[in-house]
């Protein structure tokens, strides 16, 4: 329903409000390192980064990019480009090395001394406190599909809350936990790798829990009046058939209304409890979590990358499974094996996703539709593609234009009416892509994994551009 402007979505000069927040982002796996000091305890991505055949190549984040020694060097490559804002995570076993009892001092003050360089640096903190690495005794005591997760979770909340609720900006809980659940206790692709539909659910419940139960705590022990939020990686689907109707539908439930039905309405939607009522009557639902779970949030993030299409499966042709996910033995779709991921048409990233920059418009514009009143921000968006490093420079014009894109489509969302208050590339510099390893090159930064130097890429330096001008740059 684009009104104006390039019909790819090739959009120069579009400006973005004084107060809309540029940023970059990261997660502390993908990029700290430093898995065995000052106390960090073993999580569930370095059990299944160290288990063979999970992990393109073997790669682990042993040392990814070496941030946790080199944080100062990134602080000021932060500073340099210009951004105002920076989301991170915090890694769980770093601050309670076994996801209970003990804390660790060591792990807060690296935070703290992040914290305070980014302020010292006129870069404002977006934390989330769970981007997927889980203390390892506690999936050892059985991961997200165990309720008694979800209070540790919330311990761990206050814990941090109280070190840094002085300071932090936003407060992300949890980071796709869509990944969490079905990634993790559904299709197996990622940590833990385990493989049961009813764990998966189990999970979404608790993660969703737990997102409620950090939220009151944060609330508890805060002193600095910081938003509070989550992101979700909400899909985009799109019908590939005539008769795909109730194959959107039910994607919609499992992929999105499963954690913005508890999050925003309190509320898990009828059509998710029907369509898997095969696999789990949801008794894991206690009465009081719905009330707990549902909780104002000041922003909601949503990562952004490519569309899915769907249709029913006929049961007799190959069944297409292309919904960006990778290739699995479990099903990251519990309940819902009959729908069909088709193929979409391209151009790709090199992660394989459609580049439908058209999606993150209808994605922003749905949200704002069905809660009108919640602020967004788009806390992940950017794209993997082979860059070659040569004579210092890494000339990245597809990610340019990818960027490009994405934000015009997101500019397009405002002028419709969508409260998006920022925008965080994903991601800073190239890191450990969970399953892919080092494979798949993300930053706006390229990190050459044998000396971990640092070199702004092509795509950097337009952004920079971008955030300093609150413009889409030529
Ligand atoms: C998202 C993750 C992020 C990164 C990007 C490419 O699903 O949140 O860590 O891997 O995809």
Request: overall charge negative; hydrophobic content about 40%; glycine content about 10%.
């Amino acid at each position: 329903m684009t009104t104006h402007g390039s019909p790819d979505y090739r959009d120069s000069g579009l400006e973005f409000p004084d107060d809309f927040l540029l940023g970059s982002a990261t997660a502390s796996y993908q990029i700290e390192g430093a898995v065995a000091e000052d106390g960090r305890g073993p999580s569930i991505w370095d059990t299944f980064s160290h288990t063979p055949g999970s992990v393109v190549m073997g790669d682990t984040g042993d040392i990814a990019d070496d941030h946790y020694h080199r944080l100062d060097e990134d602080l000021d490559m932060m500073k340099g480009l210009g951004l105002e804002a920076y989301r991170f995570s915090i890694a769980w076993p770093r601050i309670v090395p076994t996801g209970f009892g003990a804390i660790n001092q060591a792990g807060i003050d690296f935070y703290s001394r992040l914290v305070d360089g980014l302020i010292a640096r006129g870069i404002k903190p977006i934390a989330t406190l769970y981007h997927w690495d889980l203390p390892q005794p506690l999936e050892d005591a059985g991961g997200w599909p165990n309720r008694d997760t979800a209070y540790r979770f919330a311990e761990y909340a206050a814990v941090i809350g109280q070190a840094l609720g002085d300071r932090v900006e936003t407060w992300t809980t949890l980071n796709e936990p869509w990944c969490s659940a079905y990634l993790g206790y559904g299709s197996g692709v990622h940590a833990p790798g385990r493989t049961n539909g009813a764990d998966a659910l189990a999970a979404v419940h608790h993660l969703n829990l737990a997102h409620g139960l950090a939220l009151t705590e944060l609330r508890k022990v805060v002193t600095n009046d910081p938003d509070f939020s989550v992101t979700l990686n909400l899909h985009v689907v799109r019908p590939g058939a005539d008769n795909a109707g109730d194959a959107v539908r039910r994607i919609d439930a499992l992929a999105n209304r499963a954690f913005t039905g508890p999050m925003l309405r309190g509320e898990y939607p009828a059509d998710l409890l029907a369509d898997t009522v095969g696999i789990t009557d949801w008794a894991f639902v206690l009465p009081g979590d719905l009330e707990a779970i549902n909780q104002s949030i000041d922003v909601l993030g949503v990562n952004y990358y490519s569309t899915a299409t769907v249709r029913p499966w006929d049961g007799v042709s190959p069944k297409q499974s292309a919904d960006g996910h990778g290739r699995s033995v479990g099903s990251p779709w519990p309940g819902s094996e009959d729908v069909e991921f088709i193929a979409q048409s391209g151009p790709y990233t090199e992660m394989g996703w459609n580049i439908a920059p058209d999606g993150l418009e209808d994605l922003l514009v749905s949200l704002h539709e069905q809660f009108p009143a919640q602020p967004l921000m788009v806390t992940e968006n950017g794209a993997a593609f082979p860059d070659v490093l040569e004579d210092g420079q890494v000339r990245d014009a597809d990610r340019i234009d990818y960027l490009r894109r994405h934000f015009t489509a997101a500019h397009r969302a405002m002028e419709r009416g969508v409260d998006l208050r920022g925008y965080q590339v994903w991601s800073l510099m190239d890191n450990f892509e969970w399953a892919y390893g080092y494979t798949k090159r993300f930053g706006i930064v390229y990190v050459d994994y044998e000396t971990l130097e640092r070199t702004v890429k092509d795509s950097g330096r337009w952004y920079a551009e971008l955030v300093r001008t609150h413009r889409i740059p030529a």
